[in-house]
């Protein structure tokens, strides 16, 4: 064999779930100390490639060489100790157990009788916790953290081994701009020590900034790899989807009614205080902030998930009493909610289950009984209209891709005729294609009228989709700005990281 | 002085028959002006000697025990022992097989042999049938493990082995259940059609659910049924000619004799460690005598 | 190849209506009497009792439930309804100088201590949040203590007549429990399919947060699925009690294991969101061929047990695979 | 202020401790007899059999499993175990040749029982992906099963004195069954906190997915989670024969519920990846003193059964109260 030059090889590498053909054939060369990108649409078969690299899932057929020698029938453990490490992409803390030994789980150090050394662990968690700057007591229980402390724990976790590979799939879907360098610091650094990092990201620009190549998925195959240097941004995003992109942020400008959602000083217990803003109809309202800034508690409180301390929310001019969430229903309100799988799909049920939950009362037949026949009449609708690719109404949400998940989610809310509707990150973990729709269908949304409050985390979302905009640091509004063409990301980050105050 | 103090544990107050036994030894208890307390053990050894040990905490004069287990009663019987106070047995007899001399002090037994039960109504069906009959029978069994189960079923088939003409066509455990021993039987009526000629149940439950399954598929006048027991539901079965026969345990012998030895014993009288108490077969004859 | 698939894919969707079948042609080939359409009525209404109970628990299981009570409330309405019940010439009375009542009455009383008692443990789930397993494991405890003080631990017998119709009538030549039973699956079925309530207990049991967001009422049908559960052990009350002519403190101990077996059986899946009223039926099918068979077979009861155990684990084997591509 | 949200904390955090004191300074002061070392020790050895079994529960528990076996189990080893180690006087004798055995032939006879029942549960978990619940309710039948073929329904008994001793002896005063909890608790409170077994048992009841990817080998914890449940078994089936100086088949019915109600009381959660060791402890003796305190108060054993009911909700009641914060 010729003198490696590569640390990793994929060949021809295929993988079959039952009814399903993830991988067909996919090759994928990794070099030393090099941050490859990995890229495609939802359910290209990213994270079931990588998956297989890490040993979860064996391989249907075709090789892998890692660091010269070929590797077969290999479990995680295995894996771990040759080198290759993985974050991946649902986030999976043990909840009521510490930050330690979350990290060392798998591997806990012993003492000389053969049990775990406490001590020793704490001392390394803390050296390894100093190396990504995340200032945590490792006997704190994970419960504890926010979603992007955990995120942390886990990059500090995969560099823990010392791998020579390490895969990151998706690991910025749950941080801000902050910590997104934090990371990008700390993969530079692993690079420069000669470890090569696979990067998994449906954010682009991302891409640009760490990635020395690309390899683009479609449909369980690779449609290229290239240096970074070679591509443009709009290049990928052909790759990716097969065809062209027009505008990825199809704002069109929409007559702005009157006043349809007032919020007058709301205030929460701990998360969130005096938190005033008004939205009209046709309006798109951005809320932007850093991870731990409680905007999802703001929406989560006008909806009636969580109890206020004081405050008030008028709609249509009248004062309304919002307790629970079939109240804010009633107020004619639609959340989607920034965790899918925790709050918002019901994995095992069908699309037209998903769809139709909130909904039942449209289909009642004389007698009181649901009309499935109604149901599924209604559901189709919405499946054609905002185009949602599935098999049949009856597949199981579990099976879709998480771009048509959240459309299935869009169309629930859409069902039951809102006025307001609430989008909390609607477009985390959504490829480039998705997104594009899932903005045109915002868009289309707000000039029908209804009146749309998106929180997100991703500027370029808040500034290309939003006519005003919110931003909040630490539980308290700190700007409310009109978008304009000099709003620019920064003043933004000043606003939310509490640099710029206007109130 | 003070009020004598009685301990009374029973094995298990799920099942009706004990309940008549306490009932008796409680009324005794209240005539007689004695400190009384009882406990139940839910069928379960271990927490029947549990209860025991509080009861001697709790400084009893005497105790009387129904034993959920006869062949695990050893560790009572030293704690008695061990407390220096009477202990009798009531029911279920943990010495069967063994002479007045081999009983430990201060040790007495009340009651009855559970396999004369057996034997009463497997003699009453040769009585019926006639010793030369051809004739499948089949046993309604208690809840496995009860010692009255295993001796019931037992006699059955020591008087009914002797007769070459009677065939065990099945046997099986009902847990005491009515509702058990009615689905047994309509499995055996579909198993064994005209061939069942009698069921011989270890107590009147099951074998009023037995005669529930006979009726339903009108071959009750085919099939002979007895139970054990003589519950109130039993008797009225006999009059009503649906039951064939029940044995009756004397319920106010062993409840009030139980007590009567303890205090006795108490009494410093001399007492003969066992004292039999004989069952009586009841058939629609003698069931004016029971009212 | 394609044909193959097919076949393989309806085994492993009907796989357990399969090992019921197989049953079936084996026991009719051992013993012609089992053939005999007396004996499938039998079949049919030793399994009504907890049949009943199971399409309840199918209703508990989809929404994520499980419900250990409901062989201790059978009892205690089944005592209950009895006392009720007793016609004026029974020896011992519990209310002694009442009239002889129309049946309506003691089944309606039933019903009502069924349902009151599964609003209890659906309340205690729904509003202090303890786990189903905790809360129906007290209530059980608590339903039998009832039942003994109800009664001094006394059966209740010599009932009205229009009881023993109950029990071992029939209506076109179906006995009543049967019949009973299938009015109970269909409405089960119309329930847990066709009706908000239904629709939304799978929503629940999928998952209780998103259900929650949605605007379902989760307090409220956790309220009404365990209230359902207690009143179908009424109706199973009754027609135990119709089919003994009486009622026993100590009935259906353990029927909630049996329920939840059959359940299992019949592929409604303990982690939520999942699961079918045919399934609870031929679930309890399963467990009720394979008791009459073994009787028929004069097969030991200790070996019974055994069969019975590896039966269970290996039905819910087979079903597994069906979901397994799945999970 | 924060002196008083301290005390709440306190209180929250160890609340079934205060109720357990609370429980005992009313029995004390109602029955003086209460207080005595004797009833004490009473306690404590009562509490010991299903005890033993809470501490594997929590084991079970904490990995998100539940094992309704154990008691099942506990009589198969019992009666195997018992079957070993009769004296040579005995006169219904199992092995009808064989020489009187040294104790510890029983003794690893009843832990090696234990053990593969256990691992079969755990095997049919771990490899065959069904839930829990339905593998040991299958096991559950299966070794009562067994058990009744093994002895023929009839209990072990004349066993030779050393078991005696295991029973009803004492070390330093205090009672054997009580020494050998203590020792099972210390085992089991290392094995679970001190261990890298126990640390991936936690992870894999906490979060499964989380322990995969971080290379345990899931299957393999569970495997042993049941098996040393099944030891625990093993160990309760020899403390109760010794107790008993026989065994018999029908032993320990029901007591897995009162493990799992010990355990679950103790605060250990069914969600999985939450428990510790001494609250099994701590349930369990809330049980236990419960129970004697009923019975020297000569309390109704129907009511007893209700207030254990009650007690079993209420205290898991006051201890959700301590998670919900977190939830
Ligand atoms: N365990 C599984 N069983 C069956 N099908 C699966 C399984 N895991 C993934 N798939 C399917 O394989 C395909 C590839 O999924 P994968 O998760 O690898 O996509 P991805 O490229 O990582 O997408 P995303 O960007 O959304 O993370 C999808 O069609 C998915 O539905
Ligand atoms: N379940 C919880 N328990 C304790 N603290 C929580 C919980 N959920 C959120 N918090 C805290 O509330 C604050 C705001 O929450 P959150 O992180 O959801 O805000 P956010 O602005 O919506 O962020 P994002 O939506 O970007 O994740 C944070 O300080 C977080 O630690
Ligand atoms: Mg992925
Ligand atoms: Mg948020």
């Known amino acids: ?503 | 002085a003070d009020k004598i103090k009685i301990g009374y544990s029973c094995n298990n107050f799920n099942d009706t028959f004990q309940t008549v036994i306490e009932g008796y030894a409680r009324a005794y208890a209240e005539a007689n002006g004695i400190d009384y307390s009882y406990s139940d053990a839910g069928e379960d050894v271990i927490k029947q000697q549990d209860q025991i040990k509080v009861f001697i905490s709790e400084g009893v004069d005497a105790l009387v025990v129904v034993p959920v287990d006869t062949s695990a009663m050893d560790p009572i019987i030293k704690l008695a022992a061990e407390a220096k106070i009477p202990l009798v047995f009531v029911n279920r007899n943990p010495f069967a097989g063994l002479k007045a001399e081999e009983i430990p002090a201060n040790t007495y037994y009340v009651g009855s042999e559970s396999i004369d039960a057996g034997i009463f109504q497997a003699e009453y069906l040769v009585k019926k049938l006639g010793e030369d009959a051809k004739a499948g029978y089949a046993i309604l069994v208690g809840m496995l493990s009860n010692e009255a189960a295993v001796a019931r079923t037992e006699g059955n088939k020591q008087v009914l082995n002797k007769y070459p003409g009677y065939k065990l066509l099945a046997e099986k455990n009902g847990d005491w259940q009515r509702d058990q021993g009615m689905s047994i039987t309509e499995n055996w009526i579909t198993a064994f059609g005209d061939e069942l000629k009698a069921i011989l149940a270890n107590n009147d439950e099951m074998a009023l659910g037995a005669i529930e399954a006979l009726e339903a598929a009108k071959i009750k006048d085919k099939v002979i049924v007895m139970g054990v027991d003589l519950i109130d539901d039993a008797k009225v079965a006999i009059k009503e000619g649906r039951l064939d026969a029940s044995v009756l345990q004397d319920g106010k012998g062993q409840g009030e004799g139980g007590m009567k030895i303890a205090m006795q014993v108490l009494a410093g009288e001399k007492v003969d460690p066992i004292t039999m108490i004989p069952y009586v077969l009841v058939t629609p004859e003698n069931i004016a005598d029971f009212e | ?327």
């Open chain 1, 1 to 503: 064999m010729e003198k490696e030059k590569d640390l990793l090889q994929m060949v021809n590498i295929e993988k079959n779930f039952p009814g399903v053909k993830a991988l067909k054939g996919v090759n994928l060369n990794v070099g030393y100390g090099e941050v490859h990108a990995l890229v495609g649409e939802n359910g290209a078969g990213k994270s079931t490639l990588m998956k297989c690299l890490i040993g979860l899932y064996p391989v249907s057929s075709g090789d892998i060489y890692f660091a010269g020698k070929k590797i077969e029938h290999y479990s995680t453990a295995q894996a771990l100790t040759m080198g290759i490490s993985m974050i991946h992409q649902e986030l999976s803390p043990v909840l009521y157990r510490p930050i330690m030994e979350n990290l060392w789980l798998g591997r806990e150090p012993l003492n000389r009788f053969g049990l775990v050394d406490h001590q020793e662990m704490y001392n390394k968690s803390l050296r390894v916790l100093q190396e990504i700057e995340l200032d945590e007591d490792p006997r704190t229980l994970m419960v504890n953290l926010t979603v992007a402390k955990m995120q942390m724990v886990e990059i500090a976790k995969a560099i823990s081994y010392d791998a020579k590979l390490i895969i990151m799939d998706e690991p910025s879907s749950a941080l801000t701009e902050h910590e997104e360098q934090q990371l990008f610091k700390i993969i530079r650094k692993l690079k420069k020590q000669g470890t090569s990092i696979i990067y998994i990201s449906h954010r682009l620009a991302e891409i640009f900034e760490i990635a020395d190549k690309v390899t683009v998925f479609r449909d369980g195959k690779n449609v290229g790899t290239e240096a970074i240097d070679q591509l443009t941004m709009d290049q990928i995003i052909t790759m990716m989807i097969g065809r062209t992109m027009d505008e990825m942020y199809p704002k069109i400008p929409c007559t702005i009614g009157e006043t349809i959602l007032e919020v007058k000083n709301l205030s929460h217990k701990k998360y969130f205080h005096n938190i005033s803003f008004e939205v009209r109809k046709g309006e798109i309202f951005g809320i932007a902030g850093l991870v731990g800034a409680g905007r999802t508690e703001v929406i989560e409180t006008i909806f009636g998930m969580r109890p206020k301390i004081s405050g008030e929310i008028w709609i249509n001019g009248k004062l309304a009493e919002i307790n629970s969430p079939m109240d804010g229903i009633a107020n004619k309100m639609g959340f989607l909610t920034e965790d899918r799988r925790a709050t918002g799909i019901f994995a095992v049920l069908g699309v037209d289950s998903n769809i139709a939950i909130p909904n039942y009362d449209q289909f009642l037949s004389k007698i009181g009984l649901v009309d499935d026949r109604a149901v599924t009449k209604g559901c189709n609708e919405f499946v054609e209209k905002i185009q949602i690719k599935t098999p049949s109404l009856k597949q199981a949400i579990q099976n879709l891709s998480g771009g048509n998940q959240q459309k299935v989610l869009m169309a629930r809310w859409l069902m039951t005729g809102p006025d307001i509707l609430f989008l909390d990150e609607p477009t985390r973990g959504i490829d480039v294609g998705a997104k594009a729709e899932i903005y045109k269908l915002i868009t289309m949304l707000a000039s029908e009228g209804k009146c749309i409050v998106m929180v997100s985390s991703e500027l370029p979302e808040i500034l290309g989709m939003s006519d005003r905009i919110m931003v909040m640091h630490e539980g308290k509004m700190t700007g409310l700005l009109e978008n304009s063409s000099d709003l620019t990301q920064d003043t933004i980050m000043r606003y939310a990281t509490g640099t710029q105050d206007d109130f």
């Open chain 3, 1 to 327: 190849m394609k044909h193959q698939n097919r076949l393989q894919e309806i085994f492993t969707k009907y796989g357990i209506v399969f090992v019921l079948i197989v049953m079936i042609i084996a026991m009719s080939m051992i013993k012609p009497s089992f053939r005999t359409l007396n004996n499938i009525l039998n079949i049919l209404t030793q399994c009504s009792v907890y049949g009943i109970l199971a399409l309840g628990m199918t209703v508990v299981i989809v929404s994520k439930g499980i419900d250990l009570s409901v062989g201790s409330i059978l009892a205690l309405c089944a005592v209950i309804a009895a006392s009720l019940g007793q016609s004026s010439t029974a020896s011992t009375k519990y209310f002694a100088n009442m009239a002889e009542l129309p049946i309506i009455v003691p089944i309606l009383a039933g019903l009502l201590i069924g349902a009151i008692c599964g609003a209890i443990n659906g309340g205690l789930i729904a509003f202090t949040g303890i786990p189903a397993f905790i809360a129906t494991l007290g209530m059980m405890t608590i339903c039998r203590g009832f039942a003994y003080i109800y009664t001094s631990g006394k059966p209740v017998s010599t009932l009205i007549p229009s009881f023993e119709f109950i029990g071992q009538g029939r209506l076109l030549g179906i006995p009543m429990p049967v019949v009973i039973y299938l009015g109970m699956i269909i409405i089960t079925k119309i329930l847990l399919n066709n009706t908000r309530f239904g629709k939304r207990t799978f929503a629940v049991g999928g998952n209780i947060n998103a259900a929650e967001v949605s605007g379902v009422n989760v307090k409220k049908i956790l309220l009404w699925v365990y209230t359902y559960m207690g009143m179908c052990a009424g109706v199973a009350a009754i027609v135990s009690t119709g089919r003994m002519v009486s009622a026993q403190p100590g009935l259906a101990s353990g029927y909630e294991l049996t329920a939840i077996a059959s359940t299992t059986i019949g592929g409604t899946s303990q982690s939520g969101g999942i699961g079918t009223v045919w399934g609870a039926v031929v679930g309890a099918l399963v467990l009720s061929v394979m008791r009459n068979g073994m009787t028929i077979l004069g097969i030991q009861s200790y070996l019974q047990q055994i069969v019975e155990g590896v039966v269970i684990i290996v039905a819910v084997i087979l079903d597994m695979r069906k979901n397994a591509r799945k999970a």
